[in-house]
């Protein structure tokens, strides 16, 4: 960190280079594509998917027409899916920038066919996840009718979504499998794709032709009761601002929900909520100082947060802090925050800067 800079978010494009690498290794023939929706996860879509079209990643996938058009403007060549699908409004753009959507439903595959012959396309089948896709009944009309419906359309995916992929003995993986087989069976051949991370590793029944990688691509774990398998891409710090000491009884921050249960040393740190540093981490979550862990002391604001550091050596003012990282990972990041490893990520503020490294 510059002395001018009291927080940052290190990213680690060597580190996403080699989870995909894990990605393909685990995934056998099946091609492995890049899921850079949310400005990849938060940490710079831009960055992300130069360094993962640098390991020869050629398919990417994004939720937003606007991200489409930004990341065409990145990568000229690459083929990207849009998952939101097509809009009737947004059919022009998705051509003019040869954009593959993503079709939801009967009306989005009626829109897309009607926008021109031979526009590639994706179907998402809808296997439980009640979110996006084909529910059964409007699939069982696209079977019916395929050869009408689908006539102008060429097929580039068929695919659905895993709903508990982080649970690897969730019954749910197996019926969502079973169904996505029985829509397959259903449908004119085309290229298939069911896993995400979770489903990486879930084993080759899942794998078909493609799979779609985001939060192993970034160094979460994506089954939690398992070691994780990718290395460590994101790095937030903050710095410390203050040291002060306080004795028993002293409380800190607001609400004066901590109090000191021993004359204690606190290190108030550059970082807060505004720097999407969660409040729900305040009293519960750490930080660490050169690996060494400190508790958090009271609540997080919006651009403090205190630590107690009593039991950590060497605290000056302008170390450094880790909230995220080698030692406090992002799945523990998470557990204090009472949320998914996905918030934590994509609510880091842009008031951080970012920093990308090539490094593993």
Known sequence: MSEFEPARLTVRLGAIGANWRECVRRAGAAEV???VKADGYGLGMAPVARALAGQGCETFFVARLAEGVALRGVLPRARIFV??????GAIPALIANTLT???????????WSQAGPGLDAAIHIDTGMNRLGLPPEEL???AAEAKSRLKNIRLALIMSHLASADDAASPMNAAQLSRFRAALAKLPPAPASLASSGGVLLGKDYMFDMVRPGLGLYGGNPQNEKPNPFAVVAVLTGRI???RRVDKGESVGYGATFRAARPASLATVALGYADGLMRAIGNRGAGAIKGVRA?????VSMDLVTLDVSDVPGVSVGGEVEFLGDTISLDEAAAAAMTAP????TSISPRVPRHYEERP
């Not at 959507?101 to 829109?111: F, G, K, Y």
């Not at 508790?295 to 609540?299: E, F, K, S, V």
């Not at 996905?342 to 990520?345: A, F, Q, R, T």
């Open 101 to 111: 959507p993503v079709l939801n439903s009967l009306a989005e595959i009626a829109a």
């Open 83 to 88: 998952l939101d699908g097509a809009q009737a």
């Open 33 to 35: 594509a890049g899921v």
């Open 295 to 299: 508790p958090i002391a009271g609540r």
């Open 241 to 243: 601002l203050q040291l």
């Open 342 to 345: 996905y918030e934590i990520l």
């Open 140 to 142: 069982a009309t696209l």
